[in-house]
């Protein structure tokens, strides 16, 4: 997902303003046992519900750009989501075993060179959405 872009962010703090001025309940003495909701709007709950969990989801995941060469070198032992660059069809989660200045080494037993990184091929740290592997 691409990273919030600063309207969309001001987007999204406009629509939890208003949901919280939806969820203001009336106060007094004729609803002292059972306040309704009121505000501006009414907004059934489970709607407000998907809203606030739409609004979470969006601020919650980064952007998910490939590695940088600095990145790539301190992932030793984890996993990578390596991808083929086209026309080449290939996409696999992969764990990195050891790095140098020429070669990325695999605990599969194969590895990429690394002058070819953004060329041939590419590394995430998580799965890009749409890709499928296809190894």
Known sequence: ???????????????????DVADMKVTGPL?????????LCRIPEEDAAKLRQYIADRRATPENKPLTMDELHRMVGDPVYVKDIPPYDYAAWKVISDIDNKQVDFTEGDGYELKGYGKTWLAYARKPEGSEPHA
Do not use: C, N, T, V
């Not at 990273?3 to 208003?18: F, G, R, T």
């Not at 609803?31 to 505000?39: E, K, L, T």
């Open 1 to 19: 997902m691409d990273e919030l872009k600063p309207k969309e962010s001001e987007a999204l703090d406009m629509l939890e303003a208003m949901l």
């Open 31 to 39: 609803y002292a046992d059972d306040p309704p909701r009121s505000g």
